[in-house]
């Protein structure tokens, strides 16, 4: 496939004024199907099933099924309706979108088209620098998820070049909640910013909510981007591209920047652009042709027959509008502002996601400086390592706990970092851990004095050089007494000692 030409993206927006449009799916995590009472896979109990085992008649499309609509589904949509700032439909209905999908098995989607749930909003999202951004959002609606394909015999697995295809149908029905932004105006040089951070506010939202498990490396959380550029001065609307299901934040910030450069280079050459979608190559942080992207015409959108609408009864939309958590840009502010952190502080609390664990640590009884230091330091650098995700090493209440030891002089931070490196493997509690291991601080002055004399023994000349007024000789004599003790002794109770020794305290 030959390279896309790629200008610079100063240059493109010199030129160029990019409009941005996103469609973000959210799998709700309610029990069952949307449609079915098959189990739900993008729960968190049900995740990891084996391959077409989490299925019912109407998953499968088969004769004679027919969908039932879930409750729960609907109230989490309508509670993510009411925190993205929308108004919910007195009367929504469904609507058959008829599209050839492989893994879907009736051949058409269960979806809304012309009345969704949920409608008119907007949601304000913070960049890195705290600069608000508010994107308007023109609808949430209510759908159901496709299945998934798994290509085989092919050197990408991708379908081109792949053999033949395996299809699972678990995930087949899985509620979805589509959150569609009208235009995004003015986003300048911005725009890859943007784009991540609606993303993550959207999921910052939905964990919120506590409607999904919002973990984009899962599939919980897809984001389309739509990207298209106009002539500086002109009013008419480029030309879009829907890069599909981007499933990270870094990449959907990338997958922005990529088209906005490759489109440019096109636009500028007098070329065309194609209306089409189009797929994001993680390895190579390009994009690749996919479909003609439809209008809505051409998916033959009707009602469908065997669903009557949906009626939120008033008592119950404001009932769930009562219970709404706090925005989570606001939650953020309110933090930073408790736990008295800069601005970079902070912003490597959140970077990493750790704003929830931080918080119950604190509420766990740790300080926010030491919640901070251990979640932003030593579990993400051990997290790093093993590659898996810090918030799955260890628990707020056991790095509380650990913390709680230090505080009390039990563990220095050397000795502490041992007891977590025994956490994460499961060796059991802080203090367990601590007796186990023989790791507590000896307390001990007598024992500590013992050492010193021995060390002092070995270098006689120190005891006159202090006295002489070099304070500094006492860090030979400490490290020799720390070394003794194998690190289970305070440095600055052993300095002490040993001035004591010379005469110098």
Known sequence: MAKDKL????????????????????????????????????????????????????????????????????????????????????????????????????????????????????????????????????RAHMEEDAGKLTHMGGATGRIQGAEYSLVDYNRAGVPLVEIVTKPIFGAEHRAPEIAKAYVSAIRDIVKALGISEARLERGNLRCDANVSLRPRGQVKLGTRTETKNVNSMRSVERAVRYEIQRQAAILAEGGSITQETRHWHEDTGTTSPGRPKSDADDYRYFPEPDLLPVLPPRDLVEELRAALPEQPVARRRRLKTEWGFTDLEFQDVRNGGLVEVVEATIVAGATPAAARKWWTGEITRIANLREQDAVDLVTPQGVAALQQLVDAGTLTDKLARQVLEGMVAGEGTPQEIVDARGLAVVSDDGALIAAIDEALASQPDVLEKIRDGKVQAAGAVIGAVMKAMKGQADAARVRELVLERAGSS
């Open 7 to 138: 200008m610079d993206f100063d240059k493109a927006l010199e030129l160029f004024e990019p409009v941005l449009g996103f469609e973000v799916h959210v799998e709700l995590n309610t029990a069952t199907k949307m449609f079915s009472a098959a189990p739900n896979p993008a729960n968190e109990a049900n995740h990891g099933a084996e391959p077409n085992t989490l299925i019912a008649p109407v998953d499968l499309g088969l004769p004679g099924s027919l969908p039932v609509v879930n409750e729960e589904a609907v109230r989490s949509s309508i509670r993510l309706g009411l925190a993205l700032g929308c108004s919910i439909a007195e009367s929504c209905r469904f609507a058959r979108k008829n599209y050839f999908y492989p893994d879907l098995g009736k051949n058409y989607q269960i979806s809304q088209y012309d009345e969704p749930i949920a409608f008119e909003g907007s949601v304000e999202i913070e960049l890195e620098d705290g600069t608000l951004v508010t994107v308007p959002i023109e």
